[in-house]
């Protein structure tokens, strides 16, 4: 998996590095040639038979790879004295892109995480520009993004009012930018939105568990399975992680292990299944060409 990583780094550096007289055309061009090649890359991988989770993770690195060089490229636009006292300001990736899970067809969603750069409701020109350099190329690509802004008030005040944004930051990864504000950030997420809040949280968990699962067929046998949102599916191994994450702040089935709650054995079978259905979910991606997770009739697989 490091390997890959490197080679999507190594791609990053050689086909978006531009001249200083390079066009917003000519930069465009380049983002979308980058972002096709790693694509087919990662399909051909894919259909090599890479892991699902190794693929997800790699698909990440690559947006990662394209945000942080649309993010110094609009920071190198800004005039001398706003690079000299470049205000306090993160990239953050949430939800799936933030645990860097992301298949094909994946939601992009992250956070532009500042410190005072917004007044009357409207980001402060620098940060309005950084925004701007940032998400007008993500747009002329063609990528379907959900962004926000918020500082830390409105990012406890939104989590304590939403159980799927407080979830969705619990996952935050930084991207690029002021690693203090990022780490000021998680603590006070665990401080004011996870401290106090673990029975609620996970009594509508265990609410939204049930309520998925009648939606979409209580049965680990359907014949046509939703393999994100139904029985046995991704989004059950993810609340597990998640309630025990408010329970006893552990991230990870390693974690789990560690605390005698699975065995070894156990451990490695939910992580192969895990990584099993991400593959499938990868392949439907793939196979329509859009957002799938039902496993109707399809062809096989090559």
Known sequence: MQDLLKKIEAAAAARLSFSPDATPAEKLARYKNFLKVETHRLKLLHRAGSGGREICQARAAILDELLKHLWESA????PAPAKKEFPTIALVAIGGF???ELNPHSDIDFMF??????????????LAKLIDGI????????????YSVRDLADCVKVANTDMQSKTSMIES????GNDAL???FKRTLVSKCVVGYEQEYIKMRLEDQATRRTKHGNSACMQEPNIKNGCGGLRDFQNLLWMVFFKYRARSLADLQQRDFVSASERKQLEAAYDFL????TELHYHTNRPQD???KMSSRP
């Open 75 to 78: 920071v190198e636009s800004l």
């Open 173 to 176: 990864r930084l991207i690029i």
């Open 98 to 100: 933030g645990r860097a």
């Open 113 to 126: 995480l500042h410190e005072g750069q917004v007044s009357a409701g409207k980001p402060l020109p620098l």
């Open 135 to 146: 998400l007008y190329p993500l747009w002329d690509i063609g990528l379907k993004i959900g």
């Open 278 to 281: 991400l593959c499938v979910r």
């Open 294 to 296: 039902v496993l109707g």
């Open 182 to 184: 990022f780490e000021k």
